[in-house]
């Protein structure tokens, strides 16, 4: 019994090369995924916090009948710890030393941000300062432009009803500035104290109070319980998450982040499989042994289960601490990138997935074939056993595939993204392997060459059995990595084509029938020229289908746009950024029908031939849904949820017009004689909101950048998994042809040409999965447009066959360092 002991030890054991790479794909494992959980974690905290402050708070409640909220409301969110401020927000006419002008006043509390900060100027030539409050009272913040419209200085008084403010900033960016069309004229911030005293809100006057509240995301979703049976359709509640312009892009970011979890996890279950089932094989002759010693199977199974537990602890140890340092590196990276401080927090819940990975990875993919060592017959001291066959290994794959469904659902949490991506890898394995067959079949038929390339294309065909397993492991491996690096390229580019240099920084609103011809002609001689204009006319959707929508639609649908008046259109062609997604577009001549906003259609359950009755002042307006599009909320241009045809229902009705235009910063000046020349036209300056934009897009590409080294140093360890189950028959074959009198230069071409041919196979079929996979995620997930990606198709297969053969060549050290007589000895 001492000498199983001895055989058993867990020193010897953790020295034999097998059980590193165990314990190292599991370290590796447990590392990536919480690494990757924990920094996903914190992105999206950071990402969501930041674009918290394009509310200035982390929710708002906007009250748009023209009367303030209940106070009890506000009492109670008080009560639960939550921040709270508020703000008025009005059109007036304000004068200064001999003009007038109309602008978009918000006055703000002293809390006001809740998040983010407000930029802004103490005199027109001096530095920009950041501040976290509005104007004290008395004192007003204006626009720039309104110097110059207004022929005031900095110090003078601003005219706002019947007070006199003064002026004591330049305000150049505020936090919520342009979340909405709102803000349609110069903006004039003040305190909120000051309203009153001013005289410019009457009863009947169009006045929107707006109150912020921040605080725990738990508790702002149970003050959110709490007051949603109280609202009326005059109130809207509104995350950073319910505007258009930015959910996007922020569902988008997560939406890569959890791909690139789920990946890790694949890899990582990869990795821990292909080495356990290794080590598995590797121990067959210790166990006839040790049967041979008097150990029972019971025993057997007894010792390599403590085993295991002990692999797993020292596996989530190990991967913990490489995990957190990691984490606080990339922490670190975020806050230099951002240019703001990032808090370093680790998330229990966040390494749950990592500690499963292991856990599940040991009994799903290491066990199975260490409990069918008991099986060995003790004879196989004495002689050789085949090995396992396909029948018996057959209940490990089942398991493994079990294994990983539960492994990525953990982690990813969307049904159809496992089915889809587990699915999608069963079909390419298939595919994988049926290829490989065939390319290897070819290759035997292949006739010339020099010695090294017949001893590889011999190699690859004796082996083939193992080549096979090696080509579709690879290609699945290279296939996940390429398809990160596709879809980060194409995500970033899309993402940057609908933000170009020239996109639309300025809205046009409020442009009279009669004068639309003269404001293009405008902007049109300064080298400006508009685009599209749109009609517009402001409704509210009251009735579908002959009932009350608010009886249709229950309040947990939170469908914001029930809650305010729309801005409706009529439009002779479809916007080039707009597709239809069920229906047709109207005809020529069709003066019928409406299409609606295929996202808004599917909160709201329409269908084609649903009746939707709008009011608009004291007139109704009921059209017939004729079909439903997609719109890029995010394109900078007039975008509309409901579109009429030419001569439809909206033709009688008073209407306006809207447009947006590029304006250099060089040229700024040209909107102040536009603003005199067309003081009813309302002009929005949204340079802001891209800057913030581009900020999002700053931040997630410094995530995928993190995310795709981590994937690929998880598909590094794969690789090395799969090349070192090989190694002993490998190194046998070698320290043989050595016995027979071959070369070492022999030995190192052949071998390092026979994995430059798998690598290169694997590298042409990962490449081809992986624009299958591209074009699938592009189509569900990101909604984006696919397109071929040429630039890969070379550089990976050409990239894979050097680095495996660079591997083959590294295999080879104890074969051209040791005698092969030694070697020989010590393989058998």
């Given at each position: 019994?001492?000498?199983?002991?001895?055989?058993?030890?867990?020193?010897?054991?953790?020295?034999?090369?097998?059980?590193?790479?165990?314990?190292?794909?599991?370290?590796?494992?447990?590392?990536?995924?919480?690494?990757?959980?924990?920094?996903?974690?914190?992105?999206?905290?950071?990402?969501?916090?930041?674009?918290?402050?394009?509310?200035?708070?982390?929710?708002?409640?906007?009250?748009?009948?023209?009367?303030?909220?209940?106070?009890?409301?506000?009492?109670?969110?008080?009560?639960?710890?939550?921040?709270?401020?508020?703000?008025?927000?009005?059109?007036?006419?304000?004068?200064?030393?001999?003009?007038?002008?109309?602008?978009?006043?918000?006055?703000?509390?002293?809390?006001?941000?809740?998040?983010?900060?407000?930029?802004?100027?103490?005199?027109?030539?001096?530095?920009?300062?950041?501040?976290?409050?509005?104007?004290?009272?008395?004192?007003?913040?204006?626009?720039?432009?309104?110097?110059?419209?207004?022929?005031?200085?900095?110090?003078?008084?601003?005219?706002?009803?019947?007070?006199?403010?003064?002026?004591?900033?330049?305000?150049?960016?505020?936090?919520?500035?342009?979340?909405?069309?709102?803000?349609?004229?110069?903006?004039?911030?003040?305190?909120?104290?000051?309203?009153?005293?001013?005289?410019?809100?009457?009863?009947?006057?169009?006045?929107?109070?707006?109150?912020?509240?921040?605080?725990?995301?738990?508790?702002?979703?149970?003050?959110?319980?709490?007051?949603?049976?109280?609202?009326?359709?005059?109130?809207?509640?509104?995350?950073?998450?319910?505007?258009?312009?930015?959910?996007?892009?922020?569902?988008?970011?997560?939406?890569?982040?959890?791909?690139?979890?789920?990946?890790?996890?694949?890899?990582?279950?990869?990795?821990?499989?292909?080495?356990?089932?290794?080590?598995?094989?590797?121990?067959?002759?210790?166990?006839?042994?040790?049967?041979?010693?008097?150990?029972?199977?019971?025993?057997?199974?007894?010792?390599?289960?403590?085993?295991?537990?002990?692999?797993?602890?020292?596996?989530?140890?190990?991967?913990?601490?490489?995990?957190?340092?990691?984490?606080?590196?990339?922490?670190?990276?975020?806050?230099?990138?951002?240019?703001?401080?990032?808090?370093?927090?680790?998330?229990?819940?966040?390494?749950?997935?990592?500690?499963?990975?292991?856990?599940?990875?040991?009994?799903?993919?290491?066990?199975?074939?260490?409990?069918?060592?008991?099986?060995?017959?003790?004879?196989?001291?004495?002689?050789?056993?085949?090995?396992?066959?396909?029948?018996?290994?057959?209940?490990?794959?089942?398991?493994?595939?079990?294994?990983?469904?539960?492994?990525?659902?953990?982690?990813?949490?969307?049904?159809?993204?496992?089915?889809?991506?587990?699915?999608?890898?069963?079909?390419?394995?298939?595919?994988?392997?049926?290829?490989?067959?065939?390319?290897?079949?070819?290759?035997?038929?292949?006739?010339?060459?020099?010695?090294?390339?017949?001893?590889?294309?011999?190699?690859?065909?004796?082996?083939?059995?193992?080549?096979?397993?090696?080509?579709?492991?690879?290609?699945?491996?290279?296939?996940?990595?390429?398809?990160?690096?596709?879809?980060?390229?194409?995500?970033?580019?899309?993402?940057?084509?609908?933000?170009?240099?020239?996109?639309?920084?300025?809205?046009?609103?409020?442009?009279?029938?009669?004068?639309?011809?003269?404001?293009?002609?405008?902007?049109?001689?300064?080298?400006?020229?508009?685009?599209?204009?749109?009609?517009?006319?402001?409704?509210?959707?009251?009735?579908?289908?002959?009932?009350?929508?608010?009886?249709?639609?229950?309040?947990?649908?939170?469908?914001?746009?029930?809650?305010?008046?729309?801005?409706?259109?009529?439009?002779?062609?479809?916007?080039?950024?707009?597709?239809?997604?069920?229906?047709?577009?109207?005809?020529?001549?069709?003066?019928?029908?409406?299409?609606?906003?295929?996202?808004?259609?599917?909160?709201?359950?329409?269908?084609?031939?649903?009746?939707?009755?709008?009011?608009?002042?004291?007139?109704?307006?009921?059209?017939?849904?004729?079909?439903?599009?997609?719109?890029?909320?995010?394109?900078?241009?007039?975008?509309?949820?409901?579109?009429?045809?030419?001569?439809?229902?909206?033709?009688?009705?008073?209407?306006?017009?809207?447009?947006?235009?590029?304006?250099?910063?060089?040229?700024?000046?040209?909107?102040?004689?536009?603003?005199?020349?067309?003081?009813?036209?309302?002009?929005?300056?949204?340079?802001?909101?891209?800057?913030?934009?581009?900020?999002?897009?700053?931040?997630?590409?410094?995530?995928?950048?993190?995310?795709?080294?981590?994937?690929l140093a998880a598909a590094l360890v794969v690789m090395a998994a799969v090349v070192s189950a090989t190694l002993q028959d490998r190194q046998r074959e070698g320290a043989l042809l050595r016995t027979l009198g071959g070369r070492q230069s022999l030995l190192v071409r052949s071998t390092m040409l026979e994995f430059a041919l798998l690598g290169g196979f694997a590298g042409f079929l990962g490449v081809a999965s992986a624009e299958a996979a591209v074009w699938a995620l592009q189509f569900r997930m990101f909604e984006g447009e696919f397109s071929w990606h040429w630039q890969v198709v070379l550089p990976i297969p050409i990239i894979s066959a050097v680095v495996l053969a660079l591997f083959g060549r590294w295999q080879l050290r104890p074969v051209l360092?040791?005698?092969?007589?030694?070697?020989?000895?010590?393989?058998?």
């Amino acid at each position: 019994m001492g000498a199983a002991k001895k055989l058993m030890s867990v020193r010897r054991d953790w020295r034999e090369r097998d059980v590193r790479v165990v314990l190292a794909a599991l370290i590796i494992a447990v590392a990536t995924v919480a690494t990757i959980a924990l920094f996903a974690s914190q992105l999206q905290h950071t990402l969501v916090t930041s674009a918290s402050s394009f509310l200035a708070a982390d929710r708002q409640l906007e009250s748009e009948n023209g009367q303030p909220v209940p106070e009890p409301w506000i009492t109670e969110a008080v009560e639960r710890g939550l921040e709270t401020g508020r703000m008025v927000e009005f059109s007036t006419m304000v004068f200064g030393s001999d003009a007038f002008q109309l602008v978009s006043v918000k006055a703000v509390s002293n809390e006001y941000p809740l998040r983010g900060e407000l930029e802004i100027q103490g005199d027109s030539e001096g530095s920009r300062l950041q501040v976290q409050h509005g104007p004290a009272p008395s004192e007003v913040w204006i626009n720039p432009r309104l110097l110059k419209l207004l022929d005031i200085r900095m110090g003078d008084t601003l005219e706002v009803g019947s007070r006199n403010l003064t002026v004591s900033g330049l305000l150049l960016r505020e936090p919520d500035g342009g979340f909405s069309l709102s803000a349609l004229a110069p903006r004039v911030m003040m305190h909120v104290d000051d309203v009153a005293s001013t005289g410019v809100i009457k009863e009947g006057s169009r006045v929107e109070y707006v109150y912020l509240f921040a605080g725990d995301e738990a508790v702002l979703e149970g003050y959110y319980q709490w007051l949603q049976p109280q609202l009326g359709p005059s109130h809207e509640w509104e995350g950073v998450r319910d505007g258009e312009t930015f959910s996007r892009s922020l569902d988008r970011a997560e939406s890569f982040l959890l791909l690139g979890g789920s990946l890790a996890v694949l890899l990582a279950a990869v990795a821990v499989a292909v080495a356990s089932r290794q080590y598995a094989l590797s121990q067959r002759d210790t166990v006839a042994l040790l049967k041979t010693l008097g150990l029972g199977s019971s025993g057997i199974g007894q010792l390599y289960l403590k085993r295991l537990a002990l692999w797993g602890v020292t596996g989530m140890v190990g991967g913990l601490l490489v995990a957190v340092p990691l984490f606080w590196v990339l922490t670190q990276l975020l806050s230099e990138a951002l240019d703001r401080p990032v808090e370093f927090q680790l998330d229990p819940l966040a390494l749950t997935p990592a500690l499963l990975t292991a856990v599940v990875s040991l009994f799903a993919f290491a066990y199975p074939p260490i409990r069918r060592l008991r099986n060995v017959p003790a004879m196989r001291v004495l002689r050789s056993q085949p090995g396992e066959t396909g029948r018996e290994a057959l209940p490990d794959v089942l398991i493994a595939i079990v294994a990983v469904f539960g492994l990525v659902w953990l982690y990813a949490g969307e049904l159809s993204l496992v089915v889809s991506l587990l699915g999608g890898l069963a079909l390419l394995l298939g595919a994988l392997g049926l290829l490989g067959g065939i390319l290897i079949a070819a290759l035997r038929k292949v006739r010339g060459g020099g010695h090294s390339w017949r001893l590889a294309l011999v190699g690859l065909y004796r082996h083939r059995r193992a080549s096979l397993s090696q080509i579709a492991v690879f290609a699945m491996t290279l296939m996940l990595a390429t398809t990160l690096i596709l879809v980060r390229t194409s995500l970033l580019d899309d993402w940057q084509a609908q933000l170009p240099d020239d996109a639309p920084n300025h809205f046009l609103i409020n442009i009279a029938p009669d004068a639309v011809d003269e404001v293009a002609g405008f902007w049109q001689e300064r080298g400006q020229p508009l685009d599209q204009l749109y009609p517009m006319v402001r409704g509210r959707l009251t009735e579908l289908n002959g009932q009350p929508v608010k009886e249709v639609v229950s309040k947990d649908q939170r469908v914001g746009a029930l809650n305010r008046e729309l801005n409706l259109t009529w439009m002779p062609t479809l916007p080039e950024d707009n597709e239809i997604v069920e229906g047709s577009w109207f005809k020529d001549g069709e003066k019928a029908g409406v299409s609606v906003e295929s996202e808004l259609a599917g909160k709201l359950g329409l269908a084609l031939g649903d009746e939707l009755t709008f009011t608009i002042g004291s007139d109704k307006v009921t059209e017939t849904v004729t079909s439903t599009r997609t719109v890029q909320w995010d394109s900078m241009k007039p975008n509309f949820y409901m579109a009429f045809p030419p001569g439809g229902g909206l033709t009688d009705m008073p209407a306006t017009w809207i447009t947006s235009f590029y304006l250099p910063r060089d040229q700024k000046s040209a909107l102040n004689e536009f603003s005199r020349r067309f003081p009813t036209v309302s002009l929005l300056e949204i340079d802001n909101i891209i800057e913030r934009i581009q900020e999002i897009v700053r931040q997630v590409t410094q995530a995928i950048e993190a995310i795709l080294v981590l994937i690929l140093a998880a598909a590094l360890v794969v690789m090395a998994a799969v090349v070192s189950a090989t190694l002993q028959d490998r190194q046998r074959e070698g320290a043989l042809l050595r016995t027979l009198g071959g070369r070492q230069s022999l030995l190192v071409r052949s071998t390092m040409l026979e994995f430059a041919l798998l690598g290169g196979f694997a590298g042409f079929l990962g490449v081809a999965s992986a624009e299958a996979a591209v074009w699938a995620l592009q189509f569900r997930m990101f909604e984006g447009e696919f397109s071929w990606h040429w630039q890969v198709v070379l550089p990976i297969p050409i990239i894979s066959a050097v680095v495996l053969a660079l591997f083959g060549r590294w295999q080879l050290r104890p074969v051209l360092s040791v005698s092969p007589m030694l070697l020989l000895r010590r393989l058998e």
